[in-house]
């Protein structure tokens, strides 16, 4: 048992749509795949609900429960930290997972709620050598891959061109804008133009959101590509990748 990774939760959450769930339960199938990795021991978890923390003990057979995270943080000497908490709380728990010695990390999107919180994550785990990884999980779903691998076997020609279509961009252009990365090859971009219109007041999580967006950008090997978000965005695609031959 010593050599696997020590894993703990902060922020467990309840299934989506049972009794008591405030969302997604995230935690849930995070816990599902370290389950099945051999080299990974789920022991504890930390949520403010002690139900929640309960619940989610009894169906892992997680054997340490905690209100405070910090202080499961400075007990459990753990390995790996999955957090699964609103976004305004990540920038903090980040940090005080890094700085309890967490060797990596792996949280939810959205990374942070401004540009300086995600700037101090990113850093504080640098600094500490602390592997940090956000949960952008459709790149490793079969539809993706499958997109993926056609393009690169040249079905499309050279990719000239990517878009995307949904909500919003903070909660789930997220998604998207990870998928261009994919696809790109992780290509950095080189200029972006952004118009958002905020006129009727709209949240998630807290956090002020837009009515619709139009994001036209150009990555440095000249790829282009093409957000848009809002009230009739969504025509039916999710990505949609143009090449020199399709
Ligand atoms: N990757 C995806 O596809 C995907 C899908 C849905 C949600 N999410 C993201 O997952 C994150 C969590 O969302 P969710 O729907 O799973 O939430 P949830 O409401 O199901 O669970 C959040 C839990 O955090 C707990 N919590 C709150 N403050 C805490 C604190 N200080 N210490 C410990 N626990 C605390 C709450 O009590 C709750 O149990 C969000 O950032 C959301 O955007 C990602």
Known sequence: MADKFRVGFIGVGRPWRT??????????????????LPDCELVACADISEENAKAFAEKFS??????????????????VVSICTWPHLHARMVIDSAKAGVRAIHCEKPMAVTWGEALSMARCCEERGVQLTFNHQR????????????????????????????????????????????????????????????????????????????????????????????????????????????
């Open 139 to 246: 790149r490793f779903l079969e539809p993706f891959q499958r997109a993926k691998k056609l393009l690169k076997d040249g079905l499309i020609g050279q990719m000239k061109r990517i878009e995307g279509a949904c909500d919003n961009i903070y909660d789930w252009g997220t998604h998207w804008l990870d998928m261009f990365f994919f696809f790109n090859d992780e290509t950095p971009p080189e200029w972006v133009i952004a118009q958002i219109d905020a006129r009727r007041e709209r949240k998630v999580f807290g956090v002020p959101l837009e009515n619709q967006a139009v994001v036209d950008f150009q990555f440095t090997n000249g790829v282009r590509g093409l957000l848009q978000t809002g009230d009739g965005a969504d025509v039916g695609y999710a990505n949609r990748l143009v090449g020199s031959e399709g």
């Open 62 to 79: 997680v054997p340490a429960t905690y209100t405070d995270y910090n202080q499961m943080l400075a007990e459990e000497k753990l390995d």
């Open 19 to 36: 009794e008591g769930a405030t969302g997604f339960g995230m935690a849930y199938s995070h816990a599902a795949g370290y389950a099945k």
